[in-house]
């Protein structure tokens, strides 16, 4: 089945501070999602995306289906960004999910 | 509904005993997940229910598990025989239809199996 690897799994910033986040994929897919999983365990949508880039406010997201790869950018950090951003892929119909990188946004 | 809705919240168990678990999907969602996710760790594909088409039941991992949909909105998920390792929170999504657009999460269902 497919892989879907994510980097780094771990990341530590200031608060204000950027960062990018990786999610490598091993076949060619259909559909793309990044969520954040808050500390309260809900899962929060905050991109659909295939292919191409969108942007939402501080959040901004590029994804490059020929070359199996999608990042997230992470801008002028806060706090509430802390928690475990998550891609996910479409196989066969499901989705399957990287194992997360988890966020410490330090003030 | 607004959103996916999941219950419980929350459920203890003594093992050996049954469970249910329910979602409640987005209304005109065609599609629905189950997911697993332990402590400290990512989620588990349990199964996907699509439209009137058999369900994909490739994740699930034992045959204590099972899952229906009923008229093509609630799901039920089912343990039997609970044991320690089923601890986990289980999550269900849903979607329009499967694969190509974008899915949405409950709150999740914190299974503790003591």
């Known amino acids: 089945g497919i892989q879907v690897e994510q980097s780094p799994p771990d990341l530590i910033l200031q608060e204000g501070a950027n960062s990018t986040l990786r999610c490598n994929f091993s076949d060619s897919v259909n559909n793309l999602q990044w969520f954040h999983q808050n500390p309260w365990g809900q899962l929060i949508n905050l991109f659909y995306i295939p292919s191409g880039t969108k942007q939402n406010g501080r959040l901004s997201a590029t994804t490059v289906a020929t070359e199996r790869y999608s990042l997230l950018y992470i801008s002028s950090s806060q706090t509430t960004d802390s928690g475990v951003y998550f891609c996910?892929?479409?196989?066969?119909?499901?989705?399957?999910f990287g194992q997360g990188t988890e966020l410490s946004v330090k003030p | 509904g607004a959103g996916v809705s999941q219950s419980p919240s929350n459920k203890v168990t003594e093992k050996g005993k049954d469970v249910e678990l329910r979602c409640d999907p987005i209304?005109?969602?065609?599609?629905l997940y189950w997911y697993r996710q332990s402590l400290g760790q990512g989620l588990e594909f349990l199964i996907y229910?699509?439209?009137?088409?058999?369900?994909?039941k490739s994740g699930l991992p034992s045959d204590r598990f099972s899952a229906e949909r009923t008229g093509g909105s609630v799901s039920t998920l089912t343990i039997q025989r609970t044991q320690q390792e089923d601890s986990a929170v289980y999550l269900c999504?849903?979607?329009?239809?499967?694969?190509?657009?974008?899915?949405?999460f409950g709150q999740g269902t914190r299974l503790t199996v003591v």
């Open positions: 996910a892929v479409d196989q066969g119909g499901k989705l399957i």
């Open positions: 209304s005109g969602h065609t599609a």
């Open positions: 999504a849903s979607s329009l239809d499967a694969g190509g657009t974008e899915a949405f």
């Open positions: 229910f699509q439209g009137n088409s058999a369900p994909d």
